[in-house]
C-alpha cells in the first residue's frame, strides 16, 4: 500500500525529501505539501508534480505520514493548530524540527500521537544526510518503516533507542558538518600561506576530503586503520600528526562535541 505523506511546510529541507521521496518512487499524487509561501507551492508542483495546499488541517487529514518541516520558534502554532484535524484519524507525525522533545509535540497534539523525532543533517539537502531517529511507544513497526523511508530518501537513516541520544547525534552529525568546514577552512587558508593559489588549495582540500571520505566510506577498514596505512614513519604525514597530537587535537574534539551536546540539552529542556 503506498502511504499519503503530508509535509508541513515546503523549505529546503522537506523540499530535498520530497525530491529524494519521487526519485526513489514514491507516487507523487501520494505527496501533499502545506506551504503558504504561494511562489513555493507553484515550484514544488511544477518541480515534482506532487500535491500541494496552504492549508495545514488539510495536509494532517489526508494522509498516513505528517512530517513537520518548520522552525522550532513556530512549531507550537502549527502543531496546535492541525491537533484536532490529525487526531479524527491518528497519522504517524515525524519531526525533524531540531530541539523540539516528544513530549512538547504530545502536549501540543492533546492525544497519544504516534510520533518520530529525528535529527538530520545539512548534507541531506543533497542526498547524502545522516539522520537518527527515535519513535515513541505509540509507533508501530510498520509505521517505523514509514518514517525511515521518508528520512532515508535524503541519505542514511538509523535508529537510536533513547531520545537523549539524539542530542549526541546533534553533536556528532547534526552540527558535524561545521567542523569538517572549519578544517577545510584552515587547510585551505594554510596552502595558501604556503604559497597555493586560492584555487589550487581549495580544489587540493575539497577533493582530498571528498577522498578521504569515501575511502573511510567505502573500504569497509576503520579510520584508525586508513590513517596508519597513509602514515610512512618518519614523514610528512607522521609529523604533521604528531603536532596535531602535541596541540591536544583529540582532547579539543571531545571537548567541542561534549560541549555541542550539553548545548542541544540545555536548548531541548
Known amino acids: 500500500m503506498t502511504r499519503k505523506i503530508a509535509f508541513i511546510g515546503g523549505g529546503n529541507m522537506a523540499t530535498s525529501l520530497v525530491g529524494g521521496l519521487v526519485e ?149 552529525s547534526g552540527s558535524g558538518p561545521a567542523y569538517f568546514f572549519l578544517l577545510m577552512e584552515h587547510m585551505i587558508r594554510t596552502g595558501i600561506g604556503l604559497g597555493l593559489s586560492g584555487e589550487q588549495a581549495r580544489a587540493l582540500t575539497l577533493q582530498t576530503a571528498l577522498g578521504a571520505a569515501r575511502m573511510a566510506l567505502e573500504s569497509g577498514r576503520a579510520p584508525e586503520e586508513l590513517r596508519v596505512g597513509v602514515t610512512s614513519p618518519g614523514g610528512t604525514t607522521e609529523r604533521a600528526l604528531e603536532l596535531f597530537r602535541e596541540g591536544g587535537f583529540g582532547e579539543l574534539v571531545e571537548h567541542a562535541l561534549t560541549g555541542a551536546c550539553d548545548r542541544s540539552r540545555e536548548l531541548g529542556g
Request: charged share 20%; aromatic share 4%; proline share 7%.
Open 24 to 172: 526513489s518512487g514514491h507516487p507523487p499524487a501520494s505527496i501533499l505539501v502545506s506551504e503558504p509561501e504561494a511562489d513555493k507551492r507553484r515550484d514544488l508542483a511544477a518541480r515534482f508534480a506532487v500535491g500541494v495546499t496552504a492549508d495545514n488541517r488539510e495536509a494532517a487529514a489526508a494522509s498516513d505520514v505528517v512530517v513537520l518541516a518548520v522552525k522550532p520558534q513556530i512549531m507550537a502554532e502549527v502543531v496546535t493548530g492541525l491537533a484536532a484535524a490529525a487526531r479524527d484519524h491518528g497519522p504517524l507525525v515525524v519531526s525533524i524540527a531540531a530541539g523540539t522533545p516528544i513530549a512538547r509535540i504530545l502536549e501540543w497534539l492533546d492525544y497519544p500521537a504516534p510520533v518520530v523525532r529525528t535529527m538530520p543533517n545539512t548534507p541531506a539537502l543533497l542526498g547524502c544526510g545522516a539522520t537518527a531517529l527515535f519513535a515513541n511507544d505509540a509507533v508501530s513497526d510498520d509505521q517505523r518503516e514509514a518514517a525511515e523511508v521518508v528520512l532515508r530518501s535524503a541519505g542514511i537513516a538509523l535508529w537510536v533507542e533513547e531520545e537523549g541520544l539524539l542530542d549526541a547525534v546533534t553533536a556528532v
